[in-house]
């Protein structure tokens, strides 16, 4: 590189650098799933054949799926090729990685440590995913290299590997056996459902035998000998509910962090995108007797200060938005229904969804929360009719409408969370870009979509879709107008989201400045345009706050003509 002064042109200094492009080899790792499959875009209503756990008894199967993570890509995504491609919904990964090339072996050391041997011709299936079913008590070692099929040369990994421990304990534990040591945990689980079925603690932990052989003191060897696994799958053995999960955007297999955010902001990241994080951020929450997002994993410098606490980091492999971040299994208050972490199952979306578009415009917050920009002199109406004690699952939860897929799995609603479902013609209705044949808006009248209106009935007499006194359409309508100002003063186009900048996918901020913008009034009615754009209710969530936002926008984008 080299600066000139333009005044003085003798005047020149120099630097450069030295970049060296480097081929790594890919990591791979190694983990148990309830099978016969990970989470799907298109689940069906089939149950998991299997636990997910590494403590199993003998002859049951055992789903292994090999992990890989490869430094050269810029992004995780890029390792599915193919399996990237948004769904009708904008559910975007399929938890597979088709980019790599999976060399599965397993070693079956029987009890009592003798000559280990080859049983790799009993794994069944092949490429990320495969499965065996044991047959002998022991260990086994499962174990994969992965192949980065990396066009500027192909790498293999080291080996990834994970050891199970089989059992041929046939003792079914409903907490008798565990009261020792865990009181508390059996008091709880006697007041659940669980208890009430007969699910005994081995259902989610697997066979207690090794476990209780331990002496109290080995605490190392007894926490090796029991099973915890958090994924959402170990529930779909028995939960209908798991299909709908699936549909979720909880159940995104969209990878985040690791290789693209910086450590410390990563330890704030898991609060909300793993389970592990977000239950021990919810018992710090109580704990500390402060809000949930008040949480920040902090540790004291050796030198003085603090600095995040690294402690926090994920593993490669732990589970994110699953069923137990949300339900307490174990302290339940109720023998009919499992409870929410907060004790208020409308509170438990306000934890990580406290900044979130929808929950701010909900609530007529999302001026304070800077998520929308509120113009000095008017008046902003934050009472709304939908913001009831109920929030989120007042609507999104609900689960009136029983219409199911053609997988059997439900449409709309309970755990789905959907509003809307894209009916036989495969074309997801309503309001919003690219919507419909046209590729903009479709009119609600031609569509088949599943629609959720049972919760509207509960205060409106009359609803045939969500577009109630056209409001929807007036939303809409206001929107688009607000974006062509905006194009028009910036050369036709609207700045896009930072390079690398993911998270603004889903979080506020995060887009590039306007052309010519000094005053940022640009910038301020941007704001506005994507908040609305990004809800996606179109004015259902709080009409009247997002028309005068939209009003006022506008009127400012004139005024500055």
């Not at 109580?286 to 980091?313: I, N, Q, T």
Request: with cysteine.
């Amino acid at each position: 590189m080299i600066l000139a002064d333009p005044q003085n042109p003798s005047t020149r200094s120099e630097a450069s650098t030295i970049v060296k492009a480097v081929n790594l080899r890919p990591e791979a790792l190694v983990k148990v799933i309830a099978g016969p499959n990970p989470p799907s875009k298109n689940p069906s209503s089939d149950k998991r054949v299997s636990s997910g756990l590494e403590v199993v008894r003998a002859g049951f199967p055992v789903y292994l799926m090999g992990v890989g993570f490869d430094k050269n890509a810029s992004e995780p995504e890029h390792y599915n090729r193919g399996g990237n491609e948004p769904d009708v919904y904008g559910k975007n990964h399929d938890h597979l990685q088709r980019q790599f090339g999976f060399n599965w072996k397993l070693s079956y050391i029987p009890e009592g440590d003798r000559p280990v041997s080859d049983v790799t011709d009993s794994l069944v299936g092949e490429g990320q995913v495969v499965h065996f079913v044991p047959s002998s008590p022991g260990r086994y070692i499962a174990s994969v290299v992965i192949d980065d099929n990396d066009a500027s040369g192909s790498l293999q990994s080291l080996e990834g590997r994970i050891i199970l421990l089989i059992l041929d304990d046939d003792r079914e534990y409903d907490g008798a056996a565990c009261v020792e040591c865990h009181r508390e945990t059996v008091e709880f689980y006697d007041q659940t459902a669980h208890k009430e079925a007969d699910i005994g603690c081995d259902s989610c932990h697997g066979p207690a035998k090794a476990h209780l052989a331990q002496s109290k003191e080995n605490k190392a060897g007894k926490k090796r000998a029991i099973a915890v696994n958090l994924d959402a799958g170990l529930c779909g053995q028995c939960h209908s509910q798991y299909g709908e999960w699936e549909k979720s955007n909880h159940a995104d297999g969209m990878p985040y962090g690791y290789l693209e955010i910086a450590k410390p902001l990563l330890t704030e990241c898991t609060r909300c995108h793993n389970a592990k994080h977000f239950i021990s951020t919810m018992k710090m929450s109580e704990a500390m007797r402060v809000e949930f997002h008040e949480v920040h994993r902090m540790r004291k410098r050796a030198s003085g200060g603090r600095m995040p606490d690294f402690a926090f980091l994920p593993r490669k492999d732990e589970a994110g938005v699953t069923c137990v971040a949300c339900h307490d299994i174990h302290g339940a208050a109720s023998t009919r229904e499992l409870g929410s972490r907060s004790g208020d199952s409308a509170a438990i979306c306000q934890t990580c969804h406290r900044e979130k578009w929808q929950k701010v415009l909900l609530t007529g917050e999302a001026g304070s929360f800077k998520s929308a920009t509120e113009y000095p002199g008017k008046a902003y109406d934050r009472e709304n009719p939908h913001n009831t004690e109920r929030k989120c699952l007042q609507c999104h939860s609900a689960t009136a409408n029983k219409h199911v897929d053609e997988r059997g799995v439900r449409s709309v609603g309970g755990h789905t969370f959907r509003m809307r479902a894209a009916g036989p013609n495969g074309v997801l209705g309503g309001f919003g870009p690219g919507r419909g044949s046209a590729g903009t808006s479709l009119n609600p009248g031609e569509t088949d979509d599943v629609l959720l209106l049972e919760p509207c009935l509960e205060c409106h007499d009359e609803v045939t879709d969500f577009n109630l006194n056209g409001v929807q359409a007036e939303v809409y309508e206001k929107w688009l107008a607000l974006g062509e100002k905006l194009k028009s003063a910036n050369g036709g186009t609207l700045p896009g989201t930072k390079p690398g900048d993911k998270c603004a996918k889903c979080h506020r901020g995060g887009t590039l400045p306007f052309n010519d913008d000094p005053q940022l009034v640009l910038e301020k009615a941007y704001t506005n345009y994507k908040l609305i754009q990004n809800d996606r209710s179109w004015g259902i969530h709080n009409t009247e706050y997002v028309l005068q936002l939209l009003d006022d926008s506008i009127e400012s984008l004139d005024k500055s003509n």
